[in-house]
């Protein structure tokens, strides 16, 4: 269980690589080799709104802010067309409509949920069965935001559920008495 605690945080670092990835080549698929990826032209998405980025760096557009403004959305319309006013990546709806400050908190709150987990799991002040259901979800969440966005979405249930749960690991621990 320890490791999966910290795979959340390894994953926020992992996205970050790829984000940076995007970011420095400015190609719109990754490139392994000769094989090109580009995840059903989600990374079609991913290159558009990271190509933007400088245009709002620290603060990022704000919530919802990026696919309202018409240039943005009209410009990828015509260049695709098609657009989904979604970037089918939590991670990179964090980094672009937070900016770096907003993404930077955002792995500091998942590094101090792993810690938090860890330190839970070392007093043994958590149920097995609960953390387990914890641990679990969170990673599987965390997982699913690498092609899909549920990071920001207020009104999808996992999104609250993963709130849930990240309220229930930073409850007090309370002090076991000795017998």
């Not at 490139?31 to 998405?45: A, D, P, Q, S, Y």
């Not at 810690?115 to 953390?131: F, G, P, Q, W």
């Amino acid at each position: 269980m320890r490791v999966y605690a910290v795979l959340p945080f390894i994953m926020c670092i992992l996205a970050a690589l790829l984000i940076l990835y995007f970011y420095v080549t400015g190609y719109d698929s990754i490139h392994l080799g000769e094989t090109t990826i580009n995840l059903t032209e989600r990374t079609f998405i991913w290159q558009y709104a990271i190509s933007h980025f400088n245009d709002a760096p620290l603060l990022g557009f704000g919530i919802n802010g990026f696919w309202t403004r018409p240039a943005i959305y009209d410009y990828f319309n015509q260049n695709h067309g098609w657009v989904l006013d979604n970037y089918h990546s939590g991670y990179i709806a964090v980094a672009i409509e937070t900016g770096f400050l907003g993404y930077l908190l955002f792995v500091a709150s998942v590094y101090l949920f792993s810690e938090k987990v860890l330190y839970l799991i070392a007093t043994r002040s958590i149920d097995r069965r609960h953390c387990a259901l914890i641990i679990g979800f969170v990673v599987l969440s965390f997982q699913s935001n690498f092609t899909e966005t549920m990071f920001l979405r207020s009104t999808m249930f996992t999104s609250v559920l993963l709130v849930a749960f990240f309220f229930a690991v930073c409850r007090p621990v309370q002090q076991q008495t000795l017998q």
